[in-house]
């Protein structure tokens, strides 16, 4: 635990400025169909309120998006709190863009376009099928999964960048190049400088009590000694992003077709092809998380209670009746990862639940400006 200003990397204003246009922007995708602030919206705590985010073709925002078709990306989309700050440097649930041992791991697999892993991890969205890419037979080429693949995206983005009569000149301003000089890292590394400014940590009221003279409520405090104590939370939700970024294997109910289709995802497996990997996923931070339901990889847990009962009593938010053979052997594999995990074997009734959930109350906080989609 770190005071909040300790993660803060400075960002020049002129970047964060622009880099929220890009943000708001459809032109970041290639049809013009979704924005970044299509689903990293402020009322769902930067997430964007539902199980699977739901990408080109979507239309709304929350129950009504999931309602309103569109391409469902078979993963619940992460919140923006802290990324990018001193020592955030692992990247989505499966940790696909990874800094943490020094050298920069992604699926640019060594012709990574930046050293600053979160804006590797920006170009990331625009060139994915079905997330900002129509899913389409005019698209069939960009399906190859290629860096070749990829830059082909960015040149038609960047050159429609290029062309915007607000954006390009602030943009150009910002990095001290000509607006003939701009490359798609120069937008990349603006997206990444208005995540790191916006949803930078700011002092919760958790902060106030650890550092200063600020007060908890006896419910919180209680919450607290149990998720420092009893209930092994700080395990892995530690450290001045309440998550020690590493990869963990927690029983939760696969909603959707999962990453591996068939109602599957293996998570971390998906990166390192290492079977000790299997249906672990990173450590989520836990500032805001009494705003950013539903919880897991994904989404399939709505209330923060039945969250925290799926790290310590899994059998408690599964009906057997509804799973099939296949479904049942999936869940016994990730029961069986589960077992090496700290939270294992211990037991929360009611009332610690409900103290947890007092506690992390406390680890809540706006961001600096309010985002939406502007065209």
């Given at each position: 635990m770190v005071p909040a200003e300790a993660t803060h990397i400075d960002v020049s204003p002129e970047l964060a400025a622009v880099g929220r246009l890009l943000f708001q922007s459809k032109k970041m995708s290639l049809d013009r169909e979704t924005a970044c602030a299509?689903?990293?919206?402020?009322?769902?705590?930067?997430?964007?309120?539902?199980?699977?985010?739901?990408g080109t073709k979507g239309r709304?925002?929350?129950?009504?998006?999931?309602?309103?078709?569109g391409d469902i990306i078979p993963r619940n989309a992460l919140p923006f709190w802290g990324r990018g700050g001193k020592g955030f440097d692992v990247f989505f649930w499966d940790g696909k863009v990874d800094a943490s041992t020094g050298i920069l791991k992604s699926q640019f697999a060594g012709k990574e376009p930046?050293?600053?892993?979160?804006?590797?991890?920006?170009?990331?969205?625009?060139?994915?099928?079905?997330?900002?890419?129509?899913?389409?037979?005019?698209?069939?080429?960009?399906?190859?999964?290629?860096?070749?693949a990829a830059t082909k995206v960015y040149e038609e983005l960047l050159l429609r960048i290029q062309a915007d009569s607000e954006i390009a000149p602030k943009l150009a301003a910002a990095k001290g190049i000509s607006i003939a000089d701009l490359d798609f890292v120069d937008i990349a590394d603006a997206i990444a400088g208005f995540i790191r400014d916006n949803f930078a940590i700011q002092s919760t009221r958790f902060h106030e009590f650890v550092f200063s003279d600020g007060n908890l409520e006896p419910a919180e405090i209680t919450g607290g000694l149990i998720f420092y104590g009893k209930g092994r939370c700080a395990t892995c939700h530690n450290g001045a992003y309440f998550s020690d970024l590493q990869f963990h294997s927690v029983p939760f109910p696969q909603t959707g077709f999962g990453k591996n289709g068939f109602g599957v995802d293996y998570g971390r497996f998906n990166v390192t092809m290492d079977d000790r990997d299997r249906h672990r996923?990173?450590?989520?931070?836990?500032?805001?998380?009494?705003?950013?339901?539903?919880?897991?990889?994904?989404?399939?847990?709505?209330?923060?209670?039945?969250?925290?009962?799926?790290?310590?009593?899994?059998?408690?938010?599964?009906?057997?009746?509804?799973?099939?053979?296949?479904?049942?052997?999936?869940?016994?594999?990730?029961?069986?990862?589960?077992?090496?995990?700290?939270?294992?074997?211990?037991?929360?009734?009611?009332?610690?639940?409900?103290?947890?959930?007092?506690?992390?109350?406390?680890?809540?906080?706006?961001?600096?400006?309010?985002?939406?989609?502007?065209?």
């Open positions: 299509t689903c990293h919206i402020d009322r769902f705590g930067s997430g964007d309120g539902i199980p699977n985010a739901i709304g925002e929350g129950v009504e998006r999931l309602l309103g078709g930046s050293g600053d892993a979160l804006a590797v991890a920006v170009h990331l969205p625009p060139v994915e099928v079905g997330e900002m890419v129509t899913n389409s037979l005019e698209n069939d080429r960009l399906e190859a999964e290629t860096v070749e996923f990173r450590t989520p931070p836990l500032y805001n998380v009494v705003k950013t339901a539903p919880y897991s990889h994904s989404g399939s847990i709505v209330e923060l209670g039945n969250a925290i009962r799926a790290h310590t009593d899994p059998l408690s938010i599964y009906d057997p009746t509804l799973l099939s053979a296949v479904q049942r052997v999936e869940f016994y594999e990730r029961l069986k990862a589960w077992s090496d995990e700290p939270v294992y074997g211990v037991y929360l009734d009611d009332g610690e639940i409900s103290s947890l959930i007092s506690f992390l109350g406390t680890l809540s906080y706006e961001s600096k400006v309010r985002v939406e989609v502007t065209d």
